[in-house]
């Protein structure tokens, strides 16, 4: 007797099936998608959810079509009483894109660098001190002993 198997099984089986066959590692398909390789693993052994945007990013990673596999994601939603057709996804060969669940480091970066300065500069602003423009530097060049002058 068989255990009745559940479209999201099919799903996960066919996804793993695909890696598989193209030969990839879990850190080959984390290298590209956005995805890490601990999220493949958890999507593939069936203890996270696979969303559009994973099949998207599968289908692209491997150069297939999706239809297949969007149909049977479509499936596994409907089965599960959700809607089977959530917003497309962003484009998966955008790699200027932060991956899920992790915080965009360089764009907070340069915002807190951007606000720090503003803030340096309202400060000295407001003790009454000018900040000089570059042009106002003096570039005293290297005492040719190789001391200081």
Excluded: C
Excluded at 23 to 39: D, F, N, P, Q, V
Excluded at 63 to 76: C, F, I, S, T, V
Excluded at 86 to 95: G, I, L, N, V
Excluded at 126 to 139: T, V
């Amino acid at each position: 007797m068989s255990v009745p198997t559940t479209a999201e099984d099919r799903l996960v089986r066919e996804m793993r099936r695909m890696k598989e066959s193209a030969g990839l590692s879990y850190e080959k398909l984390a290298a590209l998608t956005h995805y890490s390789r601990s999220s493949w693993e958890r999507f593939l052994n069936g203890k996270k959810p696979v969303t559009r945007q994973v099949v998207e990013q599968l289908v692209t990673a491997l150069g297939d079509e999706p239809n297949q596999l969007l149909d049977l994601w479509a499936r596994a939603r409907l089965e599960a009483g959700a809607p089977a057709h959530p917003a497309p996804a962003q484009p998966a060969t955008d790699r200027s894109l932060p991956r899920p669940g992790r915080p965009p480091v360089r764009e907070l970066a340069a915002a807190t660098a951007f606000l720090a300065g503003l803030a340096l500069g309202a400060l000295l602003a407001r003790a009454g001190r000018r900040i000089p423009a570059a042009s106002h530097i003096a570039l005293i060049p290297p005492h040719p002993s190789g001391g200081t002058p």
